[in-house]
């Protein structure tokens, strides 16, 4: 009995509606299980609906927008992708921001995985409770996940006129959020092979040579699957972009099953993984771009290299979206509007060296580090792009989601 | 339910002729345990009701992280067959753990209890002081202090005393992270005991010309048994669901079930039935476990 799913918001339809009353309303049950409170309890927690599906604005219930009177703006985001002074306590950039509007900003570092930032927020979000954030950052696919469950608020462009004006024109719309109603990027990069050249003595130039002895047990790689399994995909000749099936996303699975049993891959982590990198439990692995940049300023050792391997690497962005719940989507959209200032946008680029999704801020860049705004990691030429192979993992229908995120915990991450 | 009769008293459970003094007595009584009861109604039953609605709902086709209700058993089958291993890792960790604990722990007691004197307090504000920082800060400083960049690895590397060169990262990690995690639980019981037992029965087995150890196996240990009951259970218990551990100290491969179900509440959408059945699972095993071992090793008081 499989109920189909609900396109609009009438009642359930006949096969779902029937298992409700089975399971809710039923003498046998409440027989079964004793007590009136057990009962009680049980029809108290039927699970959430899924939305409906084009539902659009009008069904949408926001809460009401204090933001004039509650000068307050609270952002997630992940480790290391913001400017930040020399101590890591403050960020520059988003002092003047709380100087310039009189804002106060509390900035958390508390995403460290899309799919265990998703699973803690989204129960709360479709139970219309706060999650005490007012902004939050997530990768692109994760964040058509979320505006398709409707968990974020629709974004007021108008009141964005840097966002309108400078949002780079491949960015202006995109697969998992047309016409960028619900999110703005913050930043993009790539993923590929992070290393300290010292510390392992030589070039790493493709994904096998990360497989030498010498490197057994010392190799970290991500947690995220469309990086990694992407990556390794890549490395067996697949279009990572195009039309692939379960079979060459299992092989890839299987070759990193194989690596971490033989003993080479020592973790699977999330942004974590730079802790291993820095404590040294690790020399190299599979990482994202801007991280490696950071670790070699922070730890003043400039043995850190990134580079893309010879089979290519992968491409994505990590997007800013208003949670469903939050009261200050203008305080928010100021916030994203002041980033796409290019003066403000190349000073966070200077920092996080990640790809810059702001027009203008190449020129900005300039005056701050002309080597920098040289730079194939912040601004990537199509040349580049395509000459090193680097492609965006395609997006996954609803059950291959599903169905790929099982073979990865099971096979990868040892579940 | 004992606490109901001797709070009651007798009248509570004669209720043929009561006197209108111990009538008011026993609605005292209920009273007393209202807050007790409703505590466990709404942070116990209700919760227990509600995994175990999740543990037999359906993932609803076409939308990840969405279930509708349901009486899908299969939820089970997979939590017994897929995972078994995990539960086995879990309760072997977690047994190894619990006997470091006791071999690390009686002593300390025994010291704590009959022979500091004065250092008594100190010993005792060492053994509980840890809990002032967070568990998982504790566990995190010892991931930082046996990196292989530590001075531990390094020293041990160089003595040639580390076969595989790491520490971190193996299951001997994990299994002394659980056992430095839950040492407090065992320590505090066995020297509530220990603190309690009277000396004169001790000093009676000397009379009695038993030797030390005899006096130790005849009269202290088992005066001490419903501490190290106490101990065991309490040590045992928490670290067969623990996951901290091994995420921050153990190897990528041969996770503990708590791991699993934290990834397959975090990361799998569509993960919470399965969640929430091997949840019950480990509940019922672990409750199985203890009432064998209660039986076999029970005494009539635990502490």
Known sequence: ?415 | MSALAQVAGDPAVDPVAPAPETQKRSWTAYLLLLPGVLWLGVFFILPLVQLASVSLQSRYPGFPGYYYRDLNFQNYVSALTDYAPHFARSFLYAGLATLLAFVVAYPLAYAMAFKAGRWRNLMMICVVAPFFTSFILRTFAWSQILADEGWVVRSLDVLHLLPGGQIINTPVAVVAGLTYNFLPFMVLPIYASLERADPRVIEAGGDLYANGFTTFRTVTLPMSMPGVLAGTLLTFIPAAGDFVNMELLGPQRGKMVGNVINDQFLAIPGGYPVAAALSFTLMAAILAMVFLYVRRFGTEELV
Not at chain 1, 2 to 28: D, K, Q
Not at chain 1, 86 to 109: C, H, N, R, W
Request: negative net charge; charged residues 25%.
């Open chain 1, 1 to 415: 009995m499989t109920p189909i799913p609900r396109r609009s918001r009438r009642p359930l339809s006949e096969p779902a509606a029937a298992i409700t009353r089975a399971a809710s309303g039923g003498m046998s049950r409440r027989a079964l299980l004793g007590t009136g409170l057990a009962a009680g309890a049980l029809s108290a927690c039927a699970p959430p609906k899924p939305p409906a599906g084009s539902g659009g604005l009008s069904s949408l219930d926001l809460p009401e927008d204090v933001s004039d009177s509650e000068k307050i703006l609270k952002w997630a985001n992940w480790t290391a992708y913001l400017d930040m002074n020399g101590k890591e306590t403050k960020s520059p950039t988003l002092d003047a921001f709380m100087q310039q509007t009189g804002i106060e900003v509390s900035y958390s570092e508390d995403v460290d995985d899309n799919d265990s930032y998703y699973a803690k927020v989204a129960p709360q979000l479709r139970a219309g409770q706060s999650i005490d954030r007012d902004i939050f950052t997530l990768t692109d696919w994760m964040t058509g996940r979320v505006i398709r469950d409707q968990l974020c608020q629709p974004l007021e462009l108008i009141q964005m006129p840097n966002v309108v004006s400078n949002l780079l024109q491949p960015l202006k719309d995109v697969s998992f959020d047309p016409g960028r109603q619900h999110s703005i990027t913050w930043q993009s990069g790539f993923a590929g092979i992070g290393y300290n050249r010292d510390k392992v003595g030589r070039e790493l130039k493709s994904l096998d040579d990360l497989w030498a002895d010498d490197l057994k047990g010392r190799i970290v790689v991500l947690s995220e699957f469309r990086d990694t399994a992407g990556l390794v995909m890549q490395s067996q000749g697949v279009d990572i972009d195009s039309d692939f099936g379960r079979a060459e996303f299992e092989a890839a699975l299987d070759f990193i099953e194989q690596k971490i049993e033989e003993g080479y891959i020592r973790k699977v982590k999330g942004n974590s993984y730079m802790e291993d990198l820095t404590s040294g439990n690790a020399v190299a692995g599979i990482t994202w771009s801007g991280d490696i940049f950071v670790l070699s300023f922070d730890t003043g050792d400039p043995a850190w290299t990134f580079t893309i391997p010879e089979s290519g690497g992968t491409l994505w962005s990590d997007n800013l979206m208003v949670p469903i719940t939050s009261t200050h989507r203008s305080n928010a959209q100021k916030l994203m509007d002041y980033y796409y200032d290019p003066a403000v946008a190349a000073q966070v680029a200077a920092w996080v060296n990640y790809v810059c999704p702001v027009e203008g801020a190449q020129a900005e860049m300039e005056k701050i580090d002309p080597e920098l705004a040289e730079s194939p990691w912040i601004f990537p030429t199509a040349d580049f792009i395509s000459e090193s192979n680097i492609q965006g993992f395609r997006s996954l229908d609803a059950d291959e989601e599903i169905e790929f995120a099982d073979l990865w915990s099971t096979k990868v991450m040892g579940n």
